[in-house]
């Protein structure tokens, strides 16, 4: 079953430190998000790209966060200067968008997460 | 502004009971698209139904079946015969459909089905 892979699943860092995490969509999938999960409440969307371009970003997603999608494939989210409210799961979601004489949405797929833990 | 509230935080029912998870929406847009997804203890959200605000056709699959109500703006998710599996937190999920990439979640009702 080839579903949204991310990397790692558990993350714990020190305050002020930079973390990285990564992202493999579903193969076939133009689309990729970038969504962030607190304790007790529903995901809140931080970003996302259509092939390597990044076309909207939340205003959740501060200048310490930067997020690239380089080839159209695989993404990273990078953290800088932790902080401990950055303590979240991070999750990544992939889905195939299309326009054409028949337009197409697909559901959003979801990863298994990253859990970032700032001390 | 999109909303998405699911007043209930948690509900424990005993295996073969049936169980109803309400979700109440806000929405401007005439369009838009509602969701439910589960998120069993691994983490992962699973994607379970999508339906369009023009579609008010209620949905069984199999002991999971839908009631999506626009004069109530409710979209409720009913388990039947609910499973010790089925424990799960399951979000309700709104989205527009000029900003279809873009989810507006509830808080989540955790589900815990005992034996």
């Known amino acids: 079953d080839t579903g949204v892979s991310q990397d790692p699943r558990h993350k714990i860092t020190k305050r002020g430190q930079n973390v990285t995490f990564r992202c493999d969509p579903i193969?076939?999938?133009?689309?990729l998000y970038w969504y962030r999960q607190t304790l007790g409440q529903g995901p809140e969307f931080l970003t996302y790209f259509q092939n390597e371009a990044q076309l909207e970003k939340s205003r959740l997603l501060s200048d310490r966060f930067s997020a690239e999608r380089p080839k159209g494939s695989f993404s990273t989210l990078e953290i800088q200067r932790t902080e401990q409210g950055d303590s979240a799961m991070y999750l990544c979601a992939s889905r195939i968008s299309y326009l054409s004489r028949r337009a197409y949405n697909s559901p959003l797929h979801f990863g298994n997460g990253t859990r970032l833990t700032v001390t | 502004a999109q909303k998405v509230t699911q007043a209930q935080t948690e509900i424990s029912v005993v295996e073969k009971e049936d169980v109803t998870l309400d979700c109440v929406y806000e929405?401007?847009?005439?369009?838009?698209?509602l969701f439910w997804y589960k998120q069993p203890p691994s983490g992962e959200l699973v994607f379970l139904i999508r339906r369009n605000s023009f579609d008010e056709q209620n949905e069984i699959s199999g002991r999971y079946s839908w009631n999506f109500q626009k004069s109530t703006s409710s979209f409720n998710f009913t388990i039947t015969a609910s499973q010790v599996v089925d424990s799960a937190v399951y979000f309700c999920a709104l989205s527009e459909a000029k900003r279809y990439s873009t989810l507006t979640f509830g808080k989540g009702t955790m589900l815990l089905v005992s034996p």
């Open positions: 929405t401007r847009d005439t369009t838009y698209y």
């Open positions: 193969s076939e999938h133009n689309r």
